[in-house]
């Protein structure tokens, strides 16, 4: 039997999510026997070459190209994963919501304190930019999302315990001390 | 002393006080029933409705409700978990609970209680609020984007005339927990501190305090709420 | 000024428990409550001024900014729209120039929206300045603008019309409707008044008017159905220095109007029933609480307690009763309408905020100023006197088994006849739709938004305790109404308003309802959105009042009798579409940076190349140079 397939990515987030996929240490050495990695920071491969059983997605969406990657994921994953508080809740990013747009946008480039570097007071509008969406979405929000794993970051250890509960179909044990939300 | 009843919580057994409310017979019986609002010692306000039970077969609060002799209540059953569960999560979407950057985190019992119940993500959506922060007073800052509205800090933190430094305003979805402004410029350090230390969530913080216990040592760290109490 | 404030506090002997009153008076003088009466009513009675600040802000017609010498509240009950509220609201905006909610610069006008005034056989209704102006036009509101531009008293106005029955009682003036359309025992002409007071009281034991009542099957008729004679036994037995009688008359269950009615046109029967509870309960005080939106009664109603005292009916040795010392006063709301809870209408007549309290304890132990008290509906006063007269066998022969006697029925909506029905217990749906002359009924919401709404299948169904209790209200709709827009909406958008918050459960969760009813009618719901709301609004039961507990009912009764309206509303890709719309959360940002809406990541899918980098003039992307920006270097520094 082939071994099941996972695919990563980040999308409105920091990649400490992925920095602590790095954690489990010596452990990714048992998890290559049990899984097969296809696109992912990871490995740098760049497109999906597959049918994917696993999507793990770390980030928010901020921008029409994280919804479009997202969209991506769940059209060619069997089970996806929000990882960690941006994908869950927004995190970070999502503080700027409830401000208006505008505002967000002149603060960072024309009131903020770099303001002076944009002497032609540019807004950035070049059509190969993803296109910032007027509020930071959790993942859920945008398609359907099977599990989700909390944590800023998730702790090592519990997704240690969730990918391989997922990929040997067994019920996951939950420590309680790895079980957070920061 | 008062008369000893019994009573029973999901079958097992109880004794307490006659009069004693429900939730803290329970707590002297080895029973946890999560609480929010309550304080020992201050007249319960029964806000919250964590600690909603079934008291032959109705729904009650159990820091309100006194226990009675033969009393059965069920705490530990699906439909009350998952009302708790609820709760928590109804909370944490109509602030911002944002976790990584609140000096509370590790210590907050909204989120020991989210931890208690595996709330992996509040089934409903956020609202991402955006209230103001009140840090008028010298001491202290008011985050109403964290406030669950418990009244504790109304209830605990009372000057010398007996008026409250904090009170609500509005009501319904619009209700907040405002500090009276001349009262707040007065604070002095032992209310700042009780008022942070009250506040069971980050909606009232001591300034120039914060992140002091390393990861690992907080309150909640290792042991779940209410793990003191179950035997 | 503050002479005539700290006049008004000392006429309220500088008591807090009646800052209700304080305030109402303060408002009255000052059209609303300016930032200097808060220093000299904290002084005076000793409160903070976040204190007062938290009784002010909890009651709808309370103002802390002015609202306008003339201040016009439009109402925004379901019915309320149904008769052309949007016409009059748009005739006020384009006439003054100004939107709901806001005043004319001027300060002459404001206009707000206000939930239901009681006034749904009449709409559309307006309140001005306490007055009321029912089944108003656009017309009529041009020439209400005008008369009010004059600077006319609100008495003065032009548009004007004797009110029925007593409403033209030079005391009331008003030009409202009684609309009585079916009289039964209770409302019957057979009422002398006062005569069971003066004649018989003397003669019965107060254990024998509870054993009356007991025997006569009678239960509140505010809505919750609590055997009456039960609790003023209860009452009576509760040990306290004092004990008091309080009549509910707080009626803000929308669609409800019978209260309004029965105050208007025997009102002796109200005040008869509350000082028989006096003597029964041993109670020497009775409060009329009235709800602010029915203040145009209130010379009227004073007039008639003056009368009473006049003829020893009210005051010490009532009807020649040695010790039997009894007064009413009347208590104003000033808009809340969870109020109309019996723990929470104590607490706003305490002068705070109207939050209901947890039971135990009971009014009946531990009530207005935690001594016992007997909080009843208007209607169940009314009736205690008509069977006291009659005889509880008398009663019990009317309606059915299990809900004995009558029920004033306040009927609304499509029908022809909008009004006050007085029916026995037990008339069946269908039979009162074919009584007020109601054709093609799609629903009819039965005890007002807390209680349920029901389609044809369930017409055959009949009004009592047992089956579809009801508090009075009735509302029908037609088949030309949206139901879940119109209606269900408007229910879910008047318990958010009108919530304590409180409890965790009914502060956030009809909000969180409503989003997910929105999302449905704008089209973006999934078959996941109902079950969701179904499951949610479970949590609602555990909640302290009777508000919270059925604050989610116009959903999920909805959902359970038309379940067919959401169906035909829902989007069928679940897996792919959540009720998120790039298309739109996009729009803003390429307004901001003016750029096309215009989304090409397809790279992404196809693996074609990224499209080339087209600078467009104005922008050269290139690394500018930090060095020697303070900002970098501050920054750098810290590194």
């Not at chain 1, 997704?159 to 079980?179: C, G, R, S």
């Not at chain 3, 000024?1 to 008076?25: F, G, N, S, V």
Request: hydrophobic content about 35%.
């Amino acid at each position: 039997m082939s071994k099941p397939v996972i695919a990563t990515t980040s999308l409105a987030g920091c990649f400490g999510c992925h920095m602590s996929l790095l954690d489990i240490d010596e452990r990714i050495l048992e998890l290559i026997e049990l899984v097969e990695f296809n696109k992912s920071p990871i490995n740098d491969i760049k497109k999906l070459t597959k049918p994917i059983d696993i999507g793990i997605i770390e980030g928010g969406c901020c921008n029409s190209e994280n919804v479009e990657v997202l969209r991506y994921f769940r059209e060619n994953c069997k089970t996806l994963i929000s990882f960690g508080e941006c994908a869950i809740m927004g995190g970070l990013p999502a503080l700027r919501n409830g401000i208006p747009v505008e505002e967000c946008i002149k603060e960072a480039y024309l009131d903020g304190p770099t303001v002076q570097l944009n002497k032609d007071k540019v807004l950035p509008n070049d059509p190969e930019l993803p296109i910032i969406l007027d509020r930071v979405y959790p993942c859920h929000e945008v398609v359907k999302i099977d599990y989700y794993l909390p944590g800023c970051a998730p702790r090592a250890d519990f997704i240690w315990e969730a990918v391989v509960a997922l990929v040997t179909n067994n019920e996951m044990a939950v420590p309680y001390e790895v079980f957070k939300f920061d | 002393m008062s008369k000893l009843i019994k009573f029973n919580i999901d079958g097992q057994e109880c004794m307490a006080e006659e009069g004693r409310y429900i939730v803290d017979a329970a707590k002297d019986n080895g029973v946890y029933i999560p609480t929010l609002c309550n304080i020992p010692g201050l007249k319960p306000k029964g806000s919250c409705r964590m600690c909603t039970v079934k008291v032959n077969g109705r729904l009650m609060t159990s820091c309100t409700t006194p226990v009675s002799d033969g009393m059965e209540i069920e705490n530990h059953i699906e439909e009350i978990e998952n009302y708790r569960k609820m709760i928590v999560e109804l909370m944490f979407v109509s602030g911002n609970h944002f976790c990584p950057s609140c000096e509370k985190s590790g210590s907050c019992d909204l989120q020991a209680l989210a931890y208690r119940y595996q709330m992996m993500v509040p089934r409903f959506p956020y609202t991402f609020s955006q209230k103001d922060v009140d840090g008028s007073s010298p001491l202290i800052i008011k985050d109403q984007n964290r406030c669950i509205m418990c009244k504790r800090c109304i209830r605990a933190i009372i000057d010398n005339e007996g008026r409250s430094f904090f009170t609500f305003k509005n009501r319904g979805i619009k209700l907040e927990v405002i500090m009276d402004k001349e009262m707040g410029q007065r604070m002095n350090e032992a209310e700042a501190e009780k008022a942070m230390e009250i506040c069971p969530v980050g909606a009232i913080l001591k300034k120039e305090k914060g992140y002091d216990v390393p990861i690992g040592q907080r309150k909640f760290d290792m042991k779940p709420i209410g793990s003191e109490i179950e035997n | 000024m503050k002479e005539r404030i700290i006049e008004i506090i000392h006429k309220y002997h500088a008591d807090k428990t009646r800052l209700m009153d304080i305030m109402l008076d303060i408002q009255d003088e000052c059209q609303y409550i300016p930032e200097e009466c808060l220093d000299i009513l904290s002084k005076e009675l000793v409160l903070s001024i976040a204190d007062i600040e938290q009784t002010i802000s909890f009651y709808h017609f309370f103002s802390q900014k002015p609202r306008g010498k003339y201040q016009v509240y439009i109402n925004q009950s379901a019915v309320a729209y149904m008769m052309g509220q949007s016409d009059i609201i748009e005739a006020f905006e384009d006439e003054l120039g100004i939107t709901l909610g806001s005043v004319t610069e001027d300060g002459a006008i404001g206009i707000f929206g206000t939930a239901d005034i009681g006034m749904n056989d009449q709409e559309p209704a307006i309140l001005i300045n306490k007055r009321v102006f029912t089944q108003m036009t656009p017309y009529r509101v041009r020439q209400l603008i005008d008369d009010m531009k004059a600077g006319k008293d609100v008495k003065d106005m032009a548009v004007k019309a004797p009110g029925s029955g007593k409403n033209s009682d030079p005391l009331i003036d008003a030009m409202v409707h009684s609309n009585i359309f079916r009289i039964g025992p209770l409302l019957a002409n057979d009422y002398k008044p006062f005569d069971y007071l003066k004649d018989n009281l003397s003669k019965i034991k107060a254990e024998s008017i509870v054993e009356e009542l007991k025997k006569s099957n009678l239960r509140g008729r505010g809505g919750a159905g609590f055997p009456t004679g039960l609790k003023w036994d209860f009452c009576r037995k509760s040990s306290g220095h004092d004990k008091y009688v309080i009549c509910n008359a707080d009626e803000g269950e929308p669609g409800t109007f019978k209260d309004r009615v029965i105050l208007t046109e025997m009102p002796e029967l109200v005040f008869e029933g509350m000082a028989i509870a006096g003597y029964t309960i041993d109670a020497h005080y009775g409060i009329l609480y009235l709800r602010y939106e029915y203040k145009y009664l209130e010379t009227y109603l004073n007039d008639l307690l003056n009368r009473m005292r006049e003829e020893h009916l009210l005051g010490e040795n009532i009807a020649g009763i040695s010790g039997f010392n009894f007064d009413i006063r009347i208590q104003f709301g000033a808009g809340a309408y969870v109020c109309g809870e019996e723990s929470a209408l104590i607490e706003s007549m305490l002068g705070k905020r109207g939050e209901p309290r947890d039971k135990p304890p009971f009014p009946v132990e531990q009530g207005y100023l935690d001594q016992p008290t007997a909080v009843n509906n208007v209607e169940t006063f009314a009736a205690v006197v008509k069977i006291l007269t009659k005889g509880a066998d008398w009663f019990k022969k009317l309606g059915t088994a299990d809900s004995a006697g009558t029920k004033v029925l306040s009927i609304s909506g499509d029908c022809q006849f909008p009004g006050i029905y007085e029916v026995e217990w037990g008339i069946t749906i269908q039979d009162m739709l074919d009584m007020v002359g109601a054709k093609k009924t799609q629903a009819v919401q039965v005890g007002g938004p807390s209680g349920t709404l029901i389609g044809p299948e369930d017409f055959q169904r009949s009004i009592c305790y047992t089956d579809l209790s009801t508090g009075g209200s009735m509302i029908i709709f037609n088949r030309d109404r949206n139901l879940l827009k119109d209606v269900v909406r408007n229910f879910m958008e008047f318990f958010i308003d009108e919530s304590c918050g409180s409890c965790s459960t009914c502060r956030i969760m009809p909000a969180v309802m409503l989003d997910k009813l929105d999302k449905i009618l704008h089209g973006k719901g999934v078959k996941q959105d109902i079950r969701d709301l179904e499951e949610w609004g479970t949590v609602l039961k555990a909640s302290r009042c009777g508000l919270g507990q059925t604050a989610g009912n116009p959903i999920v009764m909805s959902i359970k009798n038309f379940r067919h309206l959401y169906n035909q509303l829902l989007n069928r890709d679940e897996l792919k579409y959540n009720g998120f719309n790039l298309e739109e959360a996009i729009q803003e940002s390429c307004q901001v940076v003016g750029r096309e809406p215009v989304i090409d990541h397809g790279h992404l899918k196809n693996g074609r190349e990224r499209p080339e980098c087209k600078a467009n003039g104005t922008h050269k992307p290139e690394c500018p140079d930090l060095s020697g920006h303070k900002d970098f270097e501050h920054r750098a520094t810290n590194l």
